[in-house]
């Protein structure tokens, strides 16, 4: 079990000293926007479904609820009994789906004081955390650009209407001034020819500025949405590890081994999360990389 629960591929873990701070990691993200991001994940009690069979129920006997009120109102050799089972089935479902989530978040902010305080561990994977602080440089950096694109796309783009104004405006001179027809013919000619050419720079520009925001706002941000994924998949990794830990150094009697072996399972599926997220990162990084702008 201690073979397990301490194997690691590509991470390890550093202990966090006591102010609370990595020796390698600057942790940028205060505790208050942390403990949010562990409530955001709670259970949406508008869309539940009914498990006939209680607890542990499969996928065959769930019950959508946006069906509930047609099947209530066909007739049945007891109505009333069926009703009462499926009041039953949505209060035990609301009940567990309320009580995971407890559970999950409880264990999860107690793992987060405690990195925070100094006295736990995380799991880091020290290359992959570079990679994806250097994303987050980068993605300011062409915000910074984007926006700089869009100034000069609006100023341009008046620049562009004014020369062509004014080369109407000498157009129509040249001809209402036949001693001034040349000269003004001159620069009406002038000044349509820099309007067609700043029209051709404007596509351009307009071109740039559109890839720009392609990548900052589709393709980068899709992978900071995964990032976000992955380091809410660590953290509980990290808090059922702990768990397991805390509870592998306690008594072995029959009720603590039943308990080991649920924090065990509980460890496992969190496990596979994050290494699942971990890879999915890693390859969204590698394709930013291989795809550069």
Known sequence: ?????????????????????????????????????????????????IVSGGYGGTTEGIIPTSGLKGSMSQPTSHPSLTSEELSRGLAVEKFDMVKKWGINTYKCTKQLISERFGRGSRTVDLELETQIE??????????????????????????????????????????????????????AETQKLLCKNGETLLGAVNFFVSSINTLINKTMEDTLMTVKQYETARLEYDAYRADLEELSLGPRDAATLCRIEIAQQNFQAHRTKYEKLRGDVTIKLRFLQENKV
């Open 1 to 49: 079990m201690s073979e397990g629960i301490m194997s690691k591929a590509a991470t390890m873990e550093i202990p966090i000293s006591s102010n609370g701070v990595s020796g390698t990691i600057n942790e940028d993200e205060s505790l208050e926007q942390d403990l949010q991001q562990v409530m955001v994940s709670g259970p949406n009690l508008n869309e539940t479904s």
């Open 134 to 187: 250097l994303l987050r440089d980068t993605k300011r950096k062409y915000e910074g650009v984007l926006q700089l694109a869009r100034a000069l796309t609006a100023h341009f783009y008046s620049l562009v209407q004014t020369q062509r104004a004014l080369g109407d405006a000498f157009s129509d001179l040249s001809q209402k001034s036949p001693e001034l027809q040349e000269e003004f013919g001159y620069n």
